[in-house]
């Protein structure tokens, strides 16, 4: 069977990063992300600043992922955009952008929840490309999100556990926050980890429910911490650093593992993804790697590109509505919060 060529452009503008991405068939032609570096001095996200940057890289985004796949706008099949959940300003752009020219080009319109997208990333179609089979259980870790979700079907997903506080990827930059890291910090604590000892200090893990995490204790811990040694020597930070970082880390990274290890036990399901910005880091895959060997999961990490937020995970997400015919109407609006089941 000869496939009909279907062309989408992704949009994603949630948070901080305008991206761009338009897919081929399932394959990725371009994903340019425009990250905005005037939030890093204000220790996070400042949302009146991450929608005016928005606003002036979307034009130029959406023009560089066109170029760069060789596409004209008229071949485009569809247009997919982040309806939400993200920062309320910062969604608007992506919508009315995607909404105008959608409707400029006559083609149709795509919602896209966000963190349906972080998951189906891993049903973009590459060379060696290990795609999970349904059901399989996603670890998603973000800096807004960490949950536990049973994946059924691309659009049948449930919340198996989730945290009762802070996400994975807040505790990362809060962390980095209190050592004096610039945001976000979470990628530098990664850094710093890899020569550091994880042993070297402890942090209690929190009591939660079997499948539920819970990280605004460990913050209040570290900084506690933090604080009594750097009174008794205020170089403690400096002369630590690696060492801290790797503790941190080791600490993060064994809750997540322990929660994967109850969703397993219960589920019965072997089959283990991971999503989201926090995917990036390096334990949590070597972890997640072990796992294979150690306790017979087979697992699902995905590439550096597809795990911090990016346009290509919303463009394969439309490529999944598009050939189901599931469209939206001119009408739709943002939407600030979002369930990955709505
Ligand atoms: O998915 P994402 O790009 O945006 C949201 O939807 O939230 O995730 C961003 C989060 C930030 O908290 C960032 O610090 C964290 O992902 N992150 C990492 C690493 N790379 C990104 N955390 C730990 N280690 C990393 N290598
Ligand atoms: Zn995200």
């Not at 452009?9 to 340019?32: F, Q």
């Not at 979307?58 to 993200?86: H, W, Y």
């Not at 630590?240 to 399901?269: F, R, Y």
Request: hydrophobic share 40%.
């Amino acid at each position: 069977m000869i496939q009909k060529p279907v062309y989408i452009l992704g949009i994603e503008s949630s948070c901080d990063d305008t991206s761009a991405s338009v897919i081929y068939n399932g394959k990725v032609l371009s994903n340019v992300v425009a990250n905005q570096e005037v939030h890093s001095k204000f220790g996070g996200v400042v949302p009146e600043l991450a929608s005016r940057a928005h606003q002036q890289n979307i034009v130029p985004v959406v023009q560089q992922a066109l170029e760069q796949a060789n596409v004209d706008k008229n071949q485009l099949s569809a247009i997919a955009f982040t309806r939400g959940p993200g920062l309320m300003g910062s969604l608007l752009v992506g919508t009315s952008f995607a909404k105008s020219l959608a409707l400029g080009l006559d083609i149709p319109l795509i919602d896209v929840n966000h963190m349906q997208a972080h998951i189906l990333a891993h049903f973009i179609e590459e060379e060696n490309a290990k795609i999970p089979p349904f059901p399989f259980i996603c670890l998603t870790i973000s800096g807004g999100h960490t949950q536990i979700v049973k994946v059924s079907n691309h659009f049948e997903m449930e919340i198996l556990g989730e945290t009762i506080d802070d996400a994975v990827g807040e505790a990362f930059d809060k962390s980095a926050k209190i050592l004096g890291l610039p945001y976000p910090g979470g990628p530098l604590i990664d850094k710093h980890a890899q020569k550091g000892n994880p042993k070297a200090f402890q942090f209690t893990k929190p009591k939660v429910g079997d499948l539920d995490f819970s990280f605004s204790g460990l913050k209040t811990a570290i900084l506690y911490f933090i604080q009594k040694q750097v009174k008794e020597n205020p170089n403690f930070i400096e002369e630590n650093l690696v060492d801290i970082c790797a503790s941190i880390q080791h600490t993060i990274v064994e809750i997540l593992m322990i929660k994967l290890k109850n969703a397993v036990k219960q589920t019965g399901i072997k089959h283990i993804a991971i999503a989201g910005g926090v995917s990036a880091n390096s334990e949590i895959r070597k972890r997640l790697q072990l796992a294979e060997k150690h306790f017979g999961w087979t697992t699902y990490i995905p590439k550096f590109e597809y795990t911090t937020d990016n346009a290509a995970m919303i463009a394969i997400t439309g490529y999944l509505k598009f050939l189901n015919n599931i469209y939206s109407d001119i009408g739709i609006t943002a939407q600030a919060r979002l369930k990955v089941t709505e």
